[in-house]
């Protein structure tokens, strides 16, 4: 057993700090575990650079969606042309390839913003 030396309260050997006043109970300092600093570093921030550029690689996939043939035409992938002209009468815009489009530039960006992040 060992005595804490400011409030003489017995304590377990296995204990590094007093239960009853929280002070050290080896005597080389006087700190409680609660006003020891933290030795954490500052987090991480992500690359707003890449996040940026997500944004705006996103807003170009809108305004440039891949177009497709008509669902009475056999399936062909048409291109990538503005959404108010499109490469042929009838044209629409395929919904599932843009679906994907979107998502993988989404993903990259965040990924991107995160490997490149600040430290």
Do not use: H, K
């Given at each position: 057993m060992q005595?804490?030396?400011?409030?003489?309260?017995?304590q377990p050997e296995i204990n590094?700090?007093?239960?009853?006043?929280g002070r050290q109970l080896d005597g080389s300092s006087d700190r409680s575990?609660?006003?020891?600093?933290?030795?954490?570093?500052?987090?991480d921030?992500?690359?707003l650079t890449v996040l940026?550029?997500?944004?705006?690689?996103?807003?170009?996939?809108?305004?440039?969606p891949p177009w497709e043939t008509p669902p009475t035409q056999a399936p062909e992938f048409l291109g990538l042309s503005f959404?108010?002209?499109?490469?042929?009468?009838?044209?629409i815009v395929s919904r599932m390839l843009?679906?994907?489009e979107l998502v993988t530039i989404?993903?990259?960006?965040?990924?991107?913003?995160?490997?490149f992040r600040k430290k």
């Open positions: 005595i804490c030396l400011a409030c003489n309260r017995s590094r700090f007093c239960i009853q006043c575990p609660a006003s020891r600093p933290s030795r954490t570093s500052p987090p921030q992500l690359n940026y550029g997500m944004v705006a690689a996103l807003i170009l996939a809108g305004l440039f959404i108010l002209s499109p490469p042929a009468s009838e044209a843009l679906t994907i989404a993903i990259a960006g965040m990924y991107g913003a995160f490997l």
